[in-house]
């Protein structure tokens, strides 16, 4: 059974990892990369590691993702070709 | 953030800020129990005020919670860690010693033998290092956050 959860956190994390890079809107990219941060988490509490899980969860999904949803505010939205 | 989010956004930030914040001083005080600590108490912690500076308008928050407020909230953390460590010092004992386990006061009850499921008043300093580095914490990420908001706040209306 946890197998089964860790290959699909896995496959996961593959998928979320790949949207950042693939997503045009910035704000949806930071979005995915809280998803991605939630889920490394999983990963790294089914690896026996609660103490890094804690704070991977804490400071990947929300700290940093506040702090890049700041930044693209501040900022100009402009396409580069 | 010049204006305040919707309104849905704005209750739900409302509702899980106790949570958040009962969870992460959960985390703190168990800090030599369970998994978890200061600084990851301490996290989870800002993370509820950072959800409070997102959702709501800044002069809302700065009216609810001052900038001095978590200043203090820093410097307090430090010199208590600090002052825990260096009072071992006048007690005869050497720098950062724990002095204060088993003597039967304050997070000073002796461990007993066996398995057991955790007791809260164990642990002489190490409990008082942990609430001292969650302060630091909290105080310290939060206001990361908060210097951010009002320069990007400045930089909008400089333009």
């Known amino acids: 059974m946890i197998e089964i959860i860790h290959i699909l956190v896995l496959i996961g994390i593959l998928i979320t990892a790949a949207l950042i890079v693939w997503q ?40 940093s993702t506040a702090i890049y949803l700041i930044a693209i505010r501040a900022t100009h939205d402009q396409e580069v070709t | 953030m010049s204006d305040s989010l919707s309104k849905i956004i704005r209750t739900t ?14 985390i703190v005080l168990h800090g030599h129990l369970t998994p978890g600590g200061g600084f990851q108490g301490g996290a989870v912690i800002a993370t509820g005020f950072i959800l409070l500076i997102v959702a709501y308008k800044l002069e809302d928050f ?44 304050l997070f000073g009850q002796a461990v007993p033998f066996g398995i057991n499921p955790g007791f809260l008043n ?32 400045s930089h909008e209306e400089g333009e």
Request: charged share 10%; aromatic share 14%; proline share 2%.
């Open chain 1, 24 to 63: 045009k809107n910035l704000v949806a990219a930071a979005v995915t990369f809280a998803a991605f941060s939630f889920l490394l988490s999983i990963e790294f509490y089914i690896l026996q590691a609660p103490d890094v899980a804690i704070a991977e969860a804490a400071v990947g999904a929300g700290i």
């Open chain 2, 13 to 26: 930030a409302d509702v899980m800020f106790l949570f958040i914040t009962v969870f992460g001083f959960y």
């Open chain 2, 62 to 105: 700065l009216g609810w919670f001052q900038k001095r407020t978590f200043q203090n909230c820093e410097m307090s953390g430090l010199v208590l860690f600090i002052g825990t460590a260096l009072a071992a010092i006048p007690l005869g004992y050497l720098f950062f010693m724990n002095f204060l386990n088993g003597t039967g006061g």
């Open chain 2, 122 to 153: 164990t642990a002489g300093t190490i409990p008082i290092m942990n609430i001292a580095v969650g302060i630091e914490v909290l105080g310290g990420l939060s206001i990361i956050i908060l210097y951010m908001t009002t320069g990007i706040r």
